[in-house]
């Protein structure tokens, strides 16, 4: 325990901590991208709305999914099809592009009920509050670090190098999140 905290709570805020700045970085330049790509700021915007359509569809999924089939199995699941939407999203473009976009969205989304979910699970009763706040804490924290960071590596070199970063981000999680336990629920 880490100021009362598990230890798989510290694991969990980490691994939802990296998808978070997934999600903050493709949604922060995904317009830029867009644009840079010859779209329109009005398609652009329009795609980044659609993204959170998704995510409005997403998330009450994921936390279906997660009362289904249990934290770690639908974490991994969707941490690792979030990396490969984010793959897809490197290297296709026209209606590939928005397949990529949508797969991306949908799984990073249904994410964040998950994260919550097992954040209270993990830390127990007693201390379900403070638990959903590290995870969440750390996550907003590092989420709010991904713009400057992305945007850095985008300014050295190039939008597409800056946003595949991301791609490690999600890796990381895919792999922090296989070592959460799997306490599916009955």
Do not use: C, N
């Not at 127990?124 to 959903?132: L, N, P």
């Amino acid at each position: 325990l880490r100021g009362g905290v598990p230890s798989e709570v510290w694991v969990l805020a980490v691994a939802f901590a990296l998808l978070s700045m997934v999600v903050r970085g493709f949604l922060t330049f995904l317009p830029t991208f867009l644009v840079d790509e010859g779209s329109s700021l009005s398609r652009a915007g329009l795609l980044t709305t659609f993204v959170l359509v998704v995510g409005l569809v997403a998330q009450p999924l994921g936390g279906l999914m997660y009362d289904r089939h249990g934290g770690r199995t639908v974490f991994v699941a969707a941490s690792a099809a979030t990396t490969a939407g984010l793959v897809l999203f490197m290297v296709s473009s026209g209606w590939l592009l928005l397949v990529a976009v949508a797969i991306v969205a949908f799984f990073v989304f249904s994410m964040f009920p998950v994260s919550l979910a097992m954040g209270s699970e993990l830390s127990g009763v007693e201390r379900t509050g403070i638990g959903v706040g590290v995870v969440f804490g750390v996550s907003g924290l590092s989420g709010a670090a991904v713009q400057p960071l992305v945007g850095g590596i985008a300014d050295l070199t190039s939008l597409h190098v800056g946003l595949s970063v991301l791609v490690v981000f999600s890796v990381a999680a895919t792999l922090l999140g296989a070592r959460l336990p799997d306490k599916a629920r009955s």
